[in-house]
DNA sequence: ATACCAATATAAGTATACATATTGGTCCTC
DNA sequence: GAGGACCAATATGTATACTTATATTGGTAT
Protein backbone atom coordinates (compact mmCIF):
# COMPACT_ATOMS: atom_id res chain seq x y z
CA UNK A 1 0.00 0.00 0.00
CA UNK A 2 1.09 3.10 -0.91
CA UNK A 3 1.76 5.47 2.33
CA UNK A 4 2.44 9.20 1.58
CA UNK A 5 4.84 10.49 4.14
CA UNK A 6 5.84 6.94 5.22
CA UNK A 7 9.69 7.86 4.17
CA UNK A 8 9.30 10.92 4.38
CA UNK A 9 10.93 11.22 8.16
CA UNK A 10 7.77 13.58 8.39
CA UNK A 11 7.09 15.07 11.66
CA UNK A 12 4.00 13.89 12.94
CA UNK A 13 1.43 15.06 15.15
CA UNK A 14 -2.03 15.05 16.81
CA UNK A 15 -4.17 11.95 16.18
CA UNK A 16 -1.57 10.56 14.10
CA UNK A 17 -2.17 13.02 11.14
CA UNK A 18 0.93 13.93 8.86
CA UNK A 19 2.18 17.06 9.28
CA UNK A 20 1.56 19.66 6.70
CA UNK A 21 5.04 21.69 6.74
CA UNK A 22 3.59 24.78 8.40
CA UNK A 23 4.95 27.08 5.61
CA UNK A 24 3.48 30.27 6.53
CA UNK A 25 1.54 32.54 3.79
CA UNK A 26 1.11 29.08 1.98
CA UNK A 27 -2.82 27.76 1.53
CA UNK A 28 -3.07 23.87 3.24
CA UNK A 29 -4.07 23.10 -0.96
CA UNK A 30 -0.86 24.37 -1.89
CA UNK A 31 1.01 22.47 0.64
CA UNK A 32 -0.89 19.40 -0.13
CA UNK A 33 0.04 20.22 -4.15
CA UNK A 34 3.58 19.87 -3.26
CA UNK A 35 3.65 16.59 -0.87
CA UNK A 36 1.84 14.97 -3.13
CA UNK A 37 3.83 15.65 -6.22
CA UNK A 38 6.80 14.62 -4.32
CA UNK A 39 5.25 11.67 -3.34
CA UNK A 40 4.56 10.85 -6.96
CA UNK A 41 7.54 11.94 -8.51
CA UNK A 42 9.16 9.85 -5.67
CA UNK A 43 7.32 6.70 -6.60
CA UNK A 44 5.64 6.16 -3.21
CA UNK A 45 2.13 6.54 -4.84
CA UNK A 46 2.17 4.05 -7.61
CA UNK A 47 0.65 5.51 -11.14
CA UNK A 48 -2.68 4.62 -11.51
CA UNK A 49 -3.59 3.99 -8.08
CA UNK A 50 -6.48 6.44 -6.78
CA UNK A 51 -6.58 8.90 -4.65
CA UNK A 52 -9.50 9.23 -2.17
CA UNK A 53 -10.51 13.08 -1.38
CA UNK A 54 -11.87 11.83 2.26
CA UNK A 55 -9.07 9.30 2.46
CA UNK A 56 -6.24 12.49 2.10
CA UNK A 57 -7.94 14.69 4.12
CA UNK A 58 -8.60 12.60 7.23
CA UNK A 59 -4.96 11.72 6.47
CA UNK A 60 -3.63 15.49 7.06
CA UNK A 61 -6.86 16.52 9.23
CA UNK A 62 -8.04 18.73 7.16
CA UNK A 63 -11.76 18.73 4.87
CA UNK A 64 -11.97 17.95 1.70
CA UNK A 65 -11.89 21.58 0.02
CA UNK A 66 -8.17 21.93 0.55
CA UNK A 67 -7.70 18.61 -1.08
CA UNK A 68 -9.98 19.01 -3.80
CA UNK A 69 -8.24 22.27 -4.77
CA UNK A 70 -4.69 20.54 -4.46
CA UNK A 71 -6.31 17.71 -7.23
CA UNK A 72 -7.12 20.46 -9.52
CA UNK A 73 -4.00 22.17 -9.39
CA UNK A 74 -2.41 18.60 -9.99
CA UNK A 75 -4.29 17.54 -12.83
CA UNK A 76 -3.39 20.90 -14.35
CA UNK A 77 -0.11 19.34 -13.94
CA UNK A 78 -1.41 16.39 -15.53
CA UNK A 79 -0.23 14.24 -12.53
CA UNK A 80 -3.02 13.64 -11.70
CA UNK A 81 -6.22 12.38 -13.57
CA UNK A 82 -9.60 13.25 -12.75
CA UNK A 83 -12.95 11.82 -14.36
CA UNK A 84 -16.23 13.09 -13.45
CA UNK A 85 -17.16 11.95 -10.56
CA UNK A 86 -15.56 9.06 -10.62
CA UNK A 87 -12.40 10.03 -8.59
CA UNK A 88 -9.19 11.24 -8.86
CA UNK A 89 -6.26 8.88 -10.15
CA UNK A 90 -2.19 9.14 -9.85
CA UNK A 91 -1.85 9.75 -13.58
CA UNK A 92 -0.01 6.22 -15.08
CA UNK A 93 1.53 7.28 -18.41
CA UNK A 94 1.53 4.75 -21.30
CA UNK A 95 3.87 3.63 -23.65
CA UNK A 96 2.77 5.85 -26.19
CA UNK A 97 2.07 8.77 -24.38
CA UNK A 98 5.82 8.59 -22.80
CA UNK A 99 7.21 8.17 -26.59
CA UNK A 100 5.27 11.62 -27.53
CA UNK A 101 6.27 13.52 -24.16
CA UNK A 102 9.84 12.47 -24.99
CA UNK A 103 9.71 13.80 -28.28
CA UNK A 104 8.26 16.84 -26.84
CA UNK A 105 11.29 16.69 -23.85
CA UNK A 106 14.00 16.29 -26.52
CA UNK A 107 12.86 19.81 -28.28
CA UNK A 108 12.72 22.02 -25.33
CA UNK A 109 15.63 20.64 -23.71
CA UNK A 110 17.33 21.09 -27.06
CA UNK A 111 16.29 24.65 -27.54
CA UNK A 112 17.89 24.98 -23.96
CA UNK A 113 21.14 24.22 -24.63
CA UNK A 114 20.71 26.40 -28.04
CA UNK A 115 20.40 29.53 -26.32
CA UNK A 116 22.78 28.51 -23.74
CA UNK A 117 25.35 28.16 -26.02
CA UNK A 118 25.04 31.11 -27.26
CA UNK A 119 24.02 33.25 -23.81
CA UNK A 120 26.76 31.54 -21.36
CA UNK A 121 29.01 33.67 -18.86
CA UNK A 122 32.12 33.09 -17.05
CA UNK A 123 30.30 32.20 -13.99
CA UNK A 124 28.53 29.51 -15.39
CA UNK A 125 31.49 28.25 -17.08
CA UNK A 126 32.65 27.17 -13.94
CA UNK A 127 29.64 26.22 -12.42
CA UNK A 128 29.08 23.82 -14.91
CA UNK A 129 31.95 22.19 -14.87
CA UNK A 130 31.89 21.27 -10.90
CA UNK A 131 28.52 19.64 -11.44
CA UNK A 132 29.94 17.86 -13.65
CA UNK A 133 32.88 16.77 -12.32
CA UNK A 134 30.53 15.83 -9.01
CA UNK A 135 28.84 13.57 -11.58
CA UNK A 136 31.45 11.90 -12.39
CA UNK A 137 32.62 11.26 -9.20
CA UNK A 138 29.43 10.05 -8.52
CA UNK A 139 29.26 7.95 -11.19
CA UNK A 140 32.15 5.98 -9.90
CA UNK A 141 30.95 5.75 -6.68
CA UNK A 142 28.12 4.18 -7.98
CA UNK A 143 25.59 5.60 -5.74
CA UNK A 144 22.55 5.93 -7.44
CA UNK A 145 20.27 7.94 -5.83
CA UNK A 146 23.19 11.00 -5.71
CA UNK A 147 24.08 10.60 -9.37
CA UNK A 148 20.25 10.84 -9.95
CA UNK A 149 19.89 14.00 -8.41
CA UNK A 150 23.30 15.56 -9.56
CA UNK A 151 22.30 15.00 -13.07
CA UNK A 152 19.20 16.75 -12.47
CA UNK A 153 21.30 19.31 -11.34
CA UNK A 154 23.01 19.48 -14.48
CA UNK A 155 19.78 19.93 -16.74
CA UNK A 156 18.53 22.25 -14.25
CA UNK A 157 21.96 24.87 -14.80
CA UNK A 158 21.73 24.38 -18.52
CA UNK A 159 17.45 25.38 -18.23
CA UNK A 160 18.91 28.64 -16.15
CA UNK A 161 21.96 29.19 -19.03
CA UNK A 162 19.19 29.69 -21.37
CA UNK A 163 17.67 32.93 -19.80
CA UNK A 164 14.71 32.04 -20.83
CA UNK A 165 12.53 31.63 -17.77
CA UNK A 166 9.36 30.66 -19.66
CA UNK A 167 11.23 27.60 -21.22
CA UNK A 168 12.83 26.80 -18.09
CA UNK A 169 9.38 26.15 -16.17
CA UNK A 170 7.75 24.02 -19.04
CA UNK A 171 10.72 22.10 -19.54
CA UNK A 172 10.67 21.72 -15.46
CA UNK A 173 7.13 20.44 -15.87
CA UNK A 174 7.69 18.05 -18.38
CA UNK A 175 10.81 16.35 -16.73
CA UNK A 176 8.39 16.33 -13.34
CA UNK A 177 6.00 14.61 -15.33
CA UNK A 178 8.59 11.61 -16.64
CA UNK A 179 10.04 11.63 -13.03
CA UNK A 180 8.57 8.73 -11.64
CA UNK A 181 9.35 6.74 -14.96
CA UNK A 182 12.69 8.27 -15.19
CA UNK A 183 14.30 7.23 -11.89
CA UNK A 184 14.11 3.21 -13.10
CA UNK A 185 15.74 3.72 -15.61
CA UNK A 186 19.09 5.70 -14.01
CA UNK A 187 19.17 1.73 -12.69
CA UNK A 188 19.88 0.39 -16.33
CA UNK A 189 23.33 -1.31 -16.89
CA UNK A 190 25.33 1.22 -18.82
CA UNK A 191 22.83 4.15 -18.16
CA UNK A 192 25.98 6.08 -16.30
CA UNK A 193 28.69 5.66 -18.01
CA UNK A 194 26.80 6.57 -21.26
CA UNK A 195 25.00 9.93 -19.33
CA UNK A 196 28.28 11.14 -18.23
CA UNK A 197 29.79 10.81 -22.41
CA UNK A 198 26.45 12.30 -23.40
CA UNK A 199 26.87 15.35 -20.72
CA UNK A 200 30.37 16.03 -21.78
CA UNK A 201 29.44 16.58 -25.33
CA UNK A 202 26.60 18.58 -24.34
CA UNK A 203 29.04 20.65 -21.97
CA UNK A 204 31.67 21.11 -24.86
CA UNK A 205 28.98 22.43 -27.26
CA UNK A 206 27.28 24.99 -25.06
CA UNK A 207 30.76 26.22 -23.96
CA UNK A 208 32.51 26.05 -27.40
CA UNK A 209 29.10 28.53 -28.39
CA UNK A 210 27.90 26.21 -30.91
CA UNK A 211 24.09 26.55 -30.63
CA UNK A 212 23.25 23.79 -33.40
CA UNK A 213 26.00 21.08 -31.72
CA UNK A 214 24.64 22.27 -28.38
CA UNK A 215 20.89 21.64 -29.96
CA UNK A 216 20.95 18.06 -31.36
CA UNK A 217 23.47 16.69 -28.58
CA UNK A 218 20.97 17.47 -25.91
CA UNK A 219 18.48 16.25 -28.23
CA UNK A 220 20.02 12.57 -28.93
CA UNK A 221 20.80 12.77 -25.24
CA UNK A 222 16.73 13.26 -24.12
CA UNK A 223 15.74 11.18 -26.96
CA UNK A 224 18.18 7.99 -25.90
CA UNK A 225 16.91 8.14 -22.29
CA UNK A 226 13.13 7.98 -23.44
CA UNK A 227 14.10 4.99 -26.02
CA UNK A 228 16.28 3.59 -22.94
CA UNK A 229 13.22 4.04 -20.91
CA UNK A 230 10.99 2.01 -23.35
CA UNK A 231 13.09 -0.99 -23.20
CA UNK A 232 13.07 -0.96 -19.23
CA UNK A 233 9.49 -0.85 -19.62
CA UNK A 234 8.80 -3.41 -22.50
CA UNK A 235 11.04 -5.56 -20.68
CA UNK A 236 8.40 -5.63 -17.68
CA UNK A 237 5.09 -5.85 -19.96
CA UNK B 1 -32.29 28.60 0.23
CA UNK B 2 -32.81 28.94 -3.57
CA UNK B 3 -31.57 25.29 -4.61
CA UNK B 4 -31.11 26.12 -8.36
CA UNK B 5 -29.32 22.82 -9.61
CA UNK B 6 -32.62 21.06 -8.12
CA UNK B 7 -33.63 19.76 -11.67
CA UNK B 8 -30.92 17.80 -13.82
CA UNK B 9 -29.39 18.19 -17.25
CA UNK B 10 -31.54 21.24 -17.97
CA UNK B 11 -30.33 24.82 -19.41
CA UNK B 12 -30.06 27.23 -16.02
CA UNK B 13 -31.56 30.36 -16.52
CA UNK B 14 -32.45 32.30 -14.12
CA UNK B 15 -33.38 36.06 -14.05
CA UNK B 16 -30.85 38.38 -14.98
CA UNK B 17 -28.12 35.62 -14.92
CA UNK B 18 -26.06 34.72 -17.58
CA UNK B 19 -26.62 31.96 -18.69
CA UNK B 20 -24.02 28.91 -18.40
CA UNK B 21 -24.68 26.39 -20.92
CA UNK B 22 -25.03 23.37 -19.31
CA UNK B 23 -23.16 20.94 -21.13
CA UNK B 24 -24.48 17.83 -19.42
CA UNK B 25 -21.69 15.34 -18.22
CA UNK B 26 -20.10 18.65 -17.11
CA UNK B 27 -19.18 20.28 -13.84
CA UNK B 28 -19.88 24.04 -13.50
CA UNK B 29 -16.14 24.53 -12.85
CA UNK B 30 -15.44 23.59 -16.16
CA UNK B 31 -18.33 25.19 -17.96
CA UNK B 32 -16.85 28.32 -16.22
CA UNK B 33 -13.36 27.98 -17.41
CA UNK B 34 -14.75 27.35 -20.57
CA UNK B 35 -16.93 30.90 -20.33
CA UNK B 36 -14.04 33.04 -18.94
CA UNK B 37 -11.43 31.68 -20.97
CA UNK B 38 -13.35 32.93 -23.95
CA UNK B 39 -13.75 36.10 -22.37
CA UNK B 40 -9.71 36.57 -21.90
CA UNK B 41 -9.05 35.18 -25.27
CA UNK B 42 -11.75 37.55 -26.96
CA UNK B 43 -10.09 40.74 -24.95
CA UNK B 44 -13.62 41.10 -23.15
CA UNK B 45 -11.51 40.94 -19.84
CA UNK B 46 -8.62 43.24 -19.84
CA UNK B 47 -5.42 41.68 -18.79
CA UNK B 48 -4.41 42.65 -15.50
CA UNK B 49 -8.42 43.51 -14.49
CA UNK B 50 -9.60 41.24 -10.79
CA UNK B 51 -12.17 38.31 -10.84
CA UNK B 52 -14.39 38.69 -8.14
CA UNK B 53 -15.27 35.56 -6.69
CA UNK B 54 -18.31 36.89 -5.67
CA UNK B 55 -19.47 38.83 -8.43
CA UNK B 56 -18.65 35.99 -10.82
CA UNK B 57 -20.77 33.85 -8.88
CA UNK B 58 -23.79 36.45 -8.62
CA UNK B 59 -23.51 36.34 -12.37
CA UNK B 60 -23.91 32.96 -13.01
CA UNK B 61 -26.00 32.04 -10.51
CA UNK B 62 -23.47 29.91 -8.90
CA UNK B 63 -21.72 29.62 -5.04
CA UNK B 64 -17.97 30.77 -4.88
CA UNK B 65 -17.24 26.75 -5.13
CA UNK B 66 -17.01 26.21 -9.02
CA UNK B 67 -15.68 29.83 -9.27
CA UNK B 68 -12.68 29.24 -7.15
CA UNK B 69 -12.21 25.63 -9.24
CA UNK B 70 -12.81 26.63 -12.22
CA UNK B 71 -9.83 29.97 -11.21
CA UNK B 72 -7.34 27.54 -10.32
CA UNK B 73 -7.97 25.62 -13.43
CA UNK B 74 -7.28 28.82 -15.50
CA UNK B 75 -4.74 29.70 -13.15
CA UNK B 76 -2.50 25.95 -13.95
CA UNK B 77 -3.11 27.62 -17.57
CA UNK B 78 -0.92 30.85 -16.65
CA UNK B 79 -4.52 32.51 -17.45
CA UNK B 80 -4.68 34.28 -14.54
CA UNK B 81 -2.86 35.22 -11.27
CA UNK B 82 -3.74 33.92 -7.91
CA UNK B 83 -2.15 35.87 -5.00
CA UNK B 84 -3.06 34.21 -1.39
CA UNK B 85 -5.43 36.29 0.15
CA UNK B 86 -5.05 38.75 -2.36
CA UNK B 87 -7.94 37.87 -5.11
CA UNK B 88 -7.16 36.65 -8.43
CA UNK B 89 -6.14 38.45 -12.07
CA UNK B 90 -6.45 38.05 -15.15
CA UNK B 91 -2.69 37.70 -16.03
CA UNK B 92 -1.14 40.24 -18.16
CA UNK B 93 1.96 39.17 -19.92
CA UNK B 94 4.74 41.51 -20.37
CA UNK B 95 6.92 41.92 -23.26
CA UNK B 96 10.03 40.05 -21.83
CA UNK B 97 7.50 36.97 -21.52
CA UNK B 98 5.45 37.17 -24.33
CA UNK B 99 9.30 37.36 -26.03
CA UNK B 100 9.87 34.30 -24.41
CA UNK B 101 6.90 32.59 -24.89
CA UNK B 102 6.66 33.19 -28.50
CA UNK B 103 10.16 31.29 -28.57
CA UNK B 104 9.31 28.33 -26.88
CA UNK B 105 5.91 28.50 -29.64
CA UNK B 106 7.72 28.72 -32.38
CA UNK B 107 10.10 25.53 -31.44
CA UNK B 108 7.03 23.79 -30.87
CA UNK B 109 4.63 24.39 -33.90
CA UNK B 110 8.09 23.57 -35.88
CA UNK B 111 8.17 20.28 -34.15
CA UNK B 112 4.21 20.23 -35.05
CA UNK B 113 5.42 20.78 -38.85
CA UNK B 114 8.58 18.56 -38.78
CA UNK B 115 6.49 15.47 -38.02
CA UNK B 116 3.16 16.85 -39.96
CA UNK B 117 5.98 16.48 -43.17
CA UNK B 118 6.39 12.87 -41.82
CA UNK B 119 3.33 11.72 -41.64
CA UNK B 120 0.36 13.54 -44.16
CA UNK B 121 -2.22 11.57 -45.37
CA UNK B 122 -3.95 11.92 -48.55
CA UNK B 123 -7.25 12.93 -46.78
CA UNK B 124 -5.32 15.70 -44.93
CA UNK B 125 -4.08 17.11 -48.23
CA UNK B 126 -7.10 17.91 -49.09
CA UNK B 127 -8.15 19.08 -45.92
CA UNK B 128 -5.61 21.51 -45.64
CA UNK B 129 -5.93 22.81 -49.54
CA UNK B 130 -9.73 23.70 -48.31
CA UNK B 131 -8.39 25.20 -45.30
CA UNK B 132 -6.44 27.40 -47.21
CA UNK B 133 -8.12 27.99 -49.63
CA UNK B 134 -10.96 29.65 -47.21
CA UNK B 135 -8.09 31.74 -45.60
CA UNK B 136 -7.12 33.16 -48.83
CA UNK B 137 -11.19 33.90 -49.70
CA UNK B 138 -11.10 35.53 -45.90
CA UNK B 139 -7.89 37.54 -46.68
CA UNK B 140 -9.35 38.67 -49.71
CA UNK B 141 -13.17 39.71 -47.97
CA UNK B 142 -10.73 41.34 -45.50
CA UNK B 143 -12.76 40.29 -42.26
CA UNK B 144 -10.57 40.02 -39.79
CA UNK B 145 -12.45 38.12 -37.22
CA UNK B 146 -13.28 35.20 -39.92
CA UNK B 147 -9.46 35.20 -41.06
CA UNK B 148 -8.43 35.03 -37.31
CA UNK B 149 -10.57 31.88 -37.00
CA UNK B 150 -9.66 29.65 -39.95
CA UNK B 151 -6.11 30.77 -39.08
CA UNK B 152 -6.33 28.94 -36.20
CA UNK B 153 -8.23 25.67 -38.17
CA UNK B 154 -4.54 25.50 -40.09
CA UNK B 155 -2.83 25.25 -37.51
CA UNK B 156 -5.03 23.08 -35.68
CA UNK B 157 -4.56 20.78 -38.71
CA UNK B 158 -1.15 20.83 -38.31
CA UNK B 159 -1.05 19.82 -34.48
CA UNK B 160 -3.45 17.31 -35.61
CA UNK B 161 -1.39 16.00 -38.31
CA UNK B 162 1.95 15.70 -35.67
CA UNK B 163 -0.26 12.50 -34.50
CA UNK B 164 1.57 13.67 -31.29
CA UNK B 165 -1.23 14.51 -29.10
CA UNK B 166 0.59 15.73 -26.12
CA UNK B 167 2.74 17.71 -28.67
CA UNK B 168 -0.66 19.25 -29.68
CA UNK B 169 -1.97 19.80 -26.57
CA UNK B 170 0.95 21.59 -24.92
CA UNK B 171 1.18 24.05 -28.29
CA UNK B 172 -2.75 24.56 -28.05
CA UNK B 173 -2.60 25.50 -24.11
CA UNK B 174 0.60 27.93 -25.16
CA UNK B 175 -1.29 29.22 -28.20
CA UNK B 176 -4.30 29.69 -25.90
CA UNK B 177 -2.08 31.57 -23.49
CA UNK B 178 -0.91 34.56 -25.95
CA UNK B 179 -4.29 34.18 -27.74
CA UNK B 180 -5.64 37.91 -25.77
CA UNK B 181 -2.37 39.54 -27.68
CA UNK B 182 -2.20 37.88 -31.14
CA UNK B 183 -5.82 38.75 -31.80
CA UNK B 184 -4.70 42.06 -32.13
CA UNK B 185 -1.87 41.50 -34.17
CA UNK B 186 -4.01 40.51 -37.24
CA UNK B 187 -5.01 43.72 -37.60
CA UNK B 188 -1.99 45.31 -38.69
CA UNK B 189 -1.27 46.42 -41.70
CA UNK B 190 0.52 43.69 -44.26
CA UNK B 191 -0.19 40.89 -41.50
CA UNK B 192 -2.97 39.27 -44.22
CA UNK B 193 -0.69 39.39 -47.02
CA UNK B 194 2.03 37.97 -44.70
CA UNK B 195 0.35 35.48 -43.32
CA UNK B 196 -1.17 33.79 -45.94
CA UNK B 197 2.25 33.87 -48.23
CA UNK B 198 3.72 32.20 -45.13
CA UNK B 199 1.41 29.39 -44.86
CA UNK B 200 1.66 28.52 -48.65
CA UNK B 201 5.29 27.99 -47.38
CA UNK B 202 4.56 25.68 -44.54
CA UNK B 203 2.22 23.90 -46.75
CA UNK B 204 4.38 23.09 -49.61
CA UNK B 205 7.04 22.14 -47.27
CA UNK B 206 5.00 19.69 -45.47
CA UNK B 207 2.94 18.39 -48.38
CA UNK B 208 6.21 17.91 -50.28
CA UNK B 209 7.20 15.80 -47.18
CA UNK B 210 10.35 17.93 -46.40
CA UNK B 211 10.69 18.06 -42.78
CA UNK B 212 13.13 20.21 -42.57
CA UNK B 213 11.93 23.17 -44.94
CA UNK B 214 8.65 22.48 -42.83
CA UNK B 215 10.31 22.87 -39.50
CA UNK B 216 11.76 26.03 -40.73
CA UNK B 217 9.09 27.69 -42.43
CA UNK B 218 7.00 27.46 -39.34
CA UNK B 219 9.44 28.99 -37.27
CA UNK B 220 9.93 31.67 -39.26
CA UNK B 221 6.06 32.05 -39.69
CA UNK B 222 5.61 32.10 -35.71
CA UNK B 223 8.90 34.04 -34.69
CA UNK B 224 7.91 36.61 -37.42
CA UNK B 225 4.35 37.38 -35.81
CA UNK B 226 6.64 37.67 -32.52
CA UNK B 227 8.41 40.45 -33.81
CA UNK B 228 5.12 41.96 -35.12
CA UNK B 229 3.81 42.11 -32.08
CA UNK B 230 6.63 43.29 -30.12
CA UNK B 231 6.59 46.41 -32.52
CA UNK B 232 2.84 46.56 -31.71
CA UNK B 233 3.85 46.60 -28.00
CA UNK B 234 6.39 49.29 -28.74
CA UNK B 235 4.36 51.13 -30.22
CA UNK B 236 2.59 51.33 -27.07
CA UNK B 237 4.68 51.70 -24.47
C1' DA C 1 -28.28 -19.87 -15.82
C1' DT C 2 -27.85 -15.49 -17.70
C1' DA C 3 -29.22 -10.95 -18.64
C1' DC C 4 -31.42 -6.86 -17.49
C1' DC C 5 -33.52 -3.63 -14.43
C1' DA C 6 -34.00 -1.46 -10.14
C1' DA C 7 -32.53 0.00 -5.74
C1' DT C 8 -29.16 1.31 -2.64
C1' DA C 9 -24.73 2.91 -1.35
C1' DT C 10 -20.78 5.65 -2.00
C1' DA C 11 -18.22 9.45 -3.51
C1' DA C 12 -17.98 13.71 -6.19
C1' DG C 13 -20.14 18.26 -7.13
C1' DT C 14 -22.25 22.26 -5.05
C1' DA C 15 -23.87 25.42 -1.54
C1' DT C 16 -23.37 27.88 2.61
C1' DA C 17 -21.56 29.03 6.97
C1' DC C 18 -17.46 30.32 9.51
C1' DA C 19 -12.54 31.88 10.30
C1' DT C 20 -8.82 34.65 9.18
C1' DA C 21 -5.90 37.74 6.75
C1' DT C 22 -5.38 41.97 4.21
C1' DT C 23 -6.57 46.53 3.19
C1' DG C 24 -8.01 51.01 3.96
C1' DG C 25 -9.46 54.58 6.92
C1' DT C 26 -9.47 57.19 10.99
C1' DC C 27 -7.70 58.78 15.20
C1' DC C 28 -4.12 59.77 18.26
C1' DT C 29 0.44 61.06 19.21
C1' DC C 30 4.81 63.15 18.27
C1' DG D 1 0.67 68.45 10.02
C1' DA D 2 2.47 63.97 9.24
C1' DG D 3 3.13 59.32 10.37
C1' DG D 4 1.98 55.19 12.66
C1' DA D 5 -1.13 52.10 14.90
C1' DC D 6 -5.43 50.09 15.59
C1' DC D 7 -9.99 48.88 14.18
C1' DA D 8 -13.44 47.77 10.91
C1' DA D 9 -14.89 46.03 6.56
C1' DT D 10 -14.32 42.97 2.91
C1' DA D 11 -12.88 39.00 0.57
C1' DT D 12 -10.39 34.72 0.57
C1' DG D 13 -9.35 30.22 2.75
C1' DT D 14 -11.53 26.34 5.08
C1' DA D 15 -15.09 23.40 6.97
C1' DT D 16 -19.38 21.09 6.73
C1' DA D 17 -23.87 19.93 5.07
C1' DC D 18 -26.56 18.53 1.25
C1' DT D 19 -27.54 17.05 -3.62
C1' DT D 20 -26.78 14.30 -7.49
C1' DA D 21 -24.75 10.95 -10.32
C1' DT D 22 -22.63 6.61 -11.01
C1' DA D 23 -21.53 2.05 -9.91
C1' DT D 24 -22.46 -2.20 -7.83
C1' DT D 25 -25.31 -5.69 -6.21
C1' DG D 26 -29.26 -8.41 -5.87
C1' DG D 27 -33.52 -10.03 -7.56
C1' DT D 28 -36.60 -11.37 -11.08
C1' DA D 29 -37.90 -12.80 -15.50
C1' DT D 30 -36.93 -15.07 -19.67
Known amino acids: MANIGAHSGG ?57 REAFRLMAANNLVELRGRQGATVR ?10 FQVMAELEGLCARLAA ?43 ASRNSF ?6 KLRNQVAAYRRRVTRMPNRIVDTVREHEAIMQAILAHDPERAHSAMR ?18
Open 11 to 67: KRVKNGHETLVASPGMTLAESLRQKLEGAIAAGHLEPGSRLDEQEIAQRFGVSRTPV
Open 92 to 101: SIKAQALIEM
Open 118 to 160: RRVSQAWRTEIGEIHQRLVAAGETGDIDVFYDINQEFHEAIYE
Open 167 to 172: LADQTR
Open 220 to 237: DHVSLLGDNLLDFLAAFE
